[in-house]
Nanobody
Framework: QVQLVESGGGLVQAGGSLRLSCAAS????????MGWFRQAPGKEREFVAA????????WYADSVKGRFTISRDNAKNTVYLQMNSLKPEDTAVYYC????????????????WGQGTQVTVSS
């Protein structure tokens, strides 16, 4: 089993920045594709960003391209999401995901999930 714990969320003004972290425990996730998803009130969970096992591949939702950067440190079993130029529409609970079935692409339905961290962007 893999446990994922997100941190780094909070309240920030529009235009500001936050850095989310996702620490994995239980087993190494160095071979897993990892990603971030978010869910705003009244909306379905949506994909935000993903990174391949070695960091050689990254994928982003169109809504965050150029503003968010996903990275990972396999030595620390941790994935990060640097969020810049935040907008009120980025307000959501952000979830980390780890896909044990693949090391490449966007994590799929068989993910491990964290408990989420709240990001609130004020206008």
């Amino acid at each position: 089993q893999v446990q994922l714990v997100e941190s780094g969320g909070g309240l920030v003004q529009a235009g500001g920045s936050l850095r989310l972290s996702c620490a994995a425990s239980g087993r190494t996730v160095s071979n897993y594709a990892m990603g971030w998803f978010r869910q705003a009130p009244g909306k379905e969970r949506e994909f935000v960003a993903a990174i391949s096992w070695n960091g050689g591949g990254t994928w982003y939702a169109d809504s965050v391209k150029g503003r968010f950067t996903i990275s990972r440190d396999n030595a620390k079993n941790t994935v990060y999401l640097q969020m810049n130029s935040l907008k009120p529409e980025d307000t959501a609970v952000y979830y980390c995901a780890a896909d044990p079935t693949t090391g490449w692409g966007i994590p799929g339905p068989g993910n491990y999930w964290g408990q989420g961290t709240q990001v609130t962007v004020s206008s």
